[in-house]
C-alpha cells in the first residue's frame, strides 16, 4: 500500500510538472508575444545582431525585429519554453546583416542572456543579470551598487568601463569584481569590444 501511494505521489508531480511546460513557436513574423509573469527567470539565447532587451511593467514578453526589408525576417524563428516563473528563449534565422531585434520583459526579472556578436543594450531590469556577448559593444544600466551582493565584469579585449563602481579598464584581459550587501548577483563578458555599465 505504502509503495502505491509512493508511485500514486510521483505520478501527480511529474503530471503537474508536464501540465506547467508550455513551448510556443513562431515563424515569417515581425513580432511576437506571449504571457509571462514578473519576478521569474528568463534565459535568453539571441542569434547575432542589434539587440535591446528593456524592462516593462507589463507581464509579457514582446519581441520585435527588422531587416533591411520586410521579406528579410521570413525566416526569423522565436521559440519560448516556459515551466512555472521560468522562460527559455531562443531566436534563430533573419538576414546575416543590419538586423535588429528589441525585447520587452517584466521589468522585475532574472535574466541570462548569452549572444554570439552585435551590439546588445540591456535596461530598467531589477534582478540577477548574467550576459555575455563573444563580439561586439554591451551596455547596461545596472542601478545602484548596493543592490548587489556579487558584481564582476570582464573584456578579453576592449574597454571596461564600470560607472557606477567607478572602475575604468582598457587593454587585454580587463576585469573587476565587487562584493556589498545587496540581493542580486550581476555577471557582464564581452571576448572582444566594449563593455560599459550605467546606473
Known amino acids: 500500500m505504502k509503495r502505491l501511494a509512493v508511485a500514486v505521489s510521483l505520478f ?9 511546460q508550455k513551448t510556443v513557436s513562431v515563424t ?16 535568453l539565447h539571441i542569434r547575432s545582431g542589434d539587440l535591446r ?8 514578453i514582446k519581441i520585435s525585429y527588422w531587416g533591411k526589408n520586410a521579406s528579410e525576417v521570413h525566416d526569423v524563428k522565436v521559440s ?26 517584466p521589468k522585475a526579472s532574472d535574466l541570462f542572456l548569452r549572444m554570439p556578436a552585435g551590439d546588445a ?3 530598467n531590469l531589477v534582478g540577477d543579470k548574467d550576459v555575455e556577448l563573444h563580439a561586439g559593444d554591451l551596455t547596461m544600466t545596472v542601478g545602484s551598487p548596493a543592490e548587489y551582493a556579487i558584481a564582476d565584469a ?8 564600470t560607472g557606477p563602481f567607478g572602475v ?3 587593454g587585454l584581459f580587463r576585469s573587476f569584481h565587487h562584493q556589498g550587501s545587496g540581493k542580486y548577483r550581476l555577471h557582464a563578458h564581452v571576448g572582444a569590444g566594449d563593455l560599459t555599465l550605467k546606473q
Open 121 to 123: 543594450d540591456v535596461e
Open 154 to 161: 570582464s573584456v578579453l579585449a576592449g574597454d571596461l568601463e
Open 53 to 60: 532587451v528593456i524592462g516593462s511593467d507589463e507581464q509579457k
Open 80 to 105: 519560448l519554453r516556459t515551466t512555472g516563473n521560468t522562460g527559455v528563449l531562443h531566436v534563430h534565422g533573419g538576414p546575416r546583416n543590419d538586423f535588429r531585434i528589441e525585447i520587452q520583459i
Open 28 to 43: 515569417g513574423q515581425d513580432r511576437f508575444e506571449a504571457d509571462f509573469p514578473s519576478g521569474g527567470h528568463l534565459r
Open 12 to 20: 501527480l508531480l511529474l503530471s503537474g510538472s508536464l501540465v506547467a
Open 168 to 170: 575604468t579598464k582598457d
